[in-house]
């Protein structure tokens, strides 16, 4: 198993997240990767390296040019129109609006926000950079005929859609990687999302296309962010119907019932005929992740880690949620170990 890992994962330090009707100390924060570094080594993992130096070619694939633009230029922007604080979007293109970009800084943030959680700061997007180019780092490990790779993705991806960022995601690192491995020559390619969020910003990504087999096991959208995506009878569209597969689950999801979804998540990615996975981690479906209701141990992520692999492709596997407890670490190791064993 080789590990990707950045430090530029620090330059994405914010000091606020709206959450519940206050500002407080994002969850998704540099001490997560610090702990799950430390913790994967701690396993024996210690073929870890730094991503190599990619631009946003592939990055162009999945996300519109005009938001990759905004991503790179949002803080600067914030900044010159005189605002002290973080950026955060708090008006929303919604039902009967207009779909045209405001120039005003806070109308063009909301037009590209998917929720007001994520604060951007200065540096945000270096580090979604540096996290994306883990991804693409782990792709290309793939390409060069390994079987297993972490990139230790920081900030997150999976809810950044073609042209959204939110849920504390900027740039979707598995869509493109997915993206990278069918540039690679992989004919179909799958991605499988595991964190306790639907990935909505990775269903968005694929859901027409027909090269990419997209399935997600997540908290029921009625109860659980991001509350407008991941119902079951979203199959895909044109190209894309039928490679589109969400497990909405309810709150208290144990092992027993969670498996049984991926692993009818994984029969769908054999019969789709994926040459490769990737694998969206996210740990939050731990019974005590401090934001979401699953209730998996420790034990089960080894578990899952060997279903996964019993399906018998290359995995590439790019870290998504996962917050608060010191177990985060322990658990994404376990997933390691059982796509070793
Ligand atoms: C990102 B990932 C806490 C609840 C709402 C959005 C959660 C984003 C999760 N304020 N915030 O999928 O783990
Ligand atoms: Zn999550």
């Not at 070619?57 to 129109?81: C, I, M, N, Q, S």
């Not at 063009?108 to 270096?126: L, Q």
């Not at 997209?214 to 009625?222: E, F, K, Q």
């Amino acid at each position: 198993m080789r590990v990707i890992y950045s430090e530029d994962h620090k330059l994405r330090d914010a000091k606020t997240e709206l959450h519940d009707g206050q500002l407080v100390t994002p969850f998704e924060a540099p001490f997560r990767a610090e702990w799950i570094l430390a913790a994967v080594k701690e396993a024996g993992f210690t073929d870890v390296v730094p991503p190599e130096t990619h631009g946003l070619e592939t990055a162009r694939k999945v996300h519109g040019p005009a938001y990759l633009d905004f991503l790179g230029t949002v803080w600067e922007r914030w900044v010159a129109a005189g605002y002290k604080g973080e950026a955060i979007a708090n008006s929303f293109p919604v039902r009967r609006t207009s779909q045209r970009v405001p120039e005003n800084i806070v109308g063009m943030i909301g037009h590209y926000a998917n929720a007001a959680d994520t604060s951007i700061t200065k540096g945000s997007y270096e580090a979604a950079v540096a996290s994306m180019r883990c991804a693409l780092t782990g792709a290309d490990w793939l390409h060069a005929g390994n079987r297993l790779a972490f990139a230790l993705c920081r900030p997150p991806g999976h809810h950044a859609g073609f042209d959204l960022f939110g849920g504390y995601c900027f740039i979707n690192n598995a869509a493109v990687a997915a993206q990278r491995l069918r540039d690679h020559g992989a004919k179909k390619v799958a991605v499988l999302d595991v964190d306790f969020h639907h990935g909505n910003g990775t269903q968005d990504i694929f859901y027409r296309r027909g090269d990419v087999f997209t399935a997600s096991l997540h908290g029921d959208p009625i109860h659980a962010f991001p509350y407008f995506l991941g119902h079951a009878d979203e199959e895909g569209e044109g190209e894309g119907l039928g490679t589109n597969r969400n497990y909405p689950m309810p709150r208290g999801t144990t092992w027993e019932q969670w498996s049984a979804a991926l692993a009818d998540a994984l029969s769908g990615i054999k019969d789709f005929g994926a040459e490769a996975i990737v694998l969206s981690l996210g740990v939050d479906t731990f019974e005590r992740d401090p934001i979401s209701f699953f209730k998996l141990t420790s034990e089960d992520f080894i578990r899952m880690g060997k279903l996964v692999a019993s399906a018998g492709l290359p995995v590439l596997t790019c870290m998504e949620g996962g917050y608060g407890v010191p177990e985060i670490g322990l658990n994404v190791a376990n997933v390691l170990k059982g796509l070793e064993a």
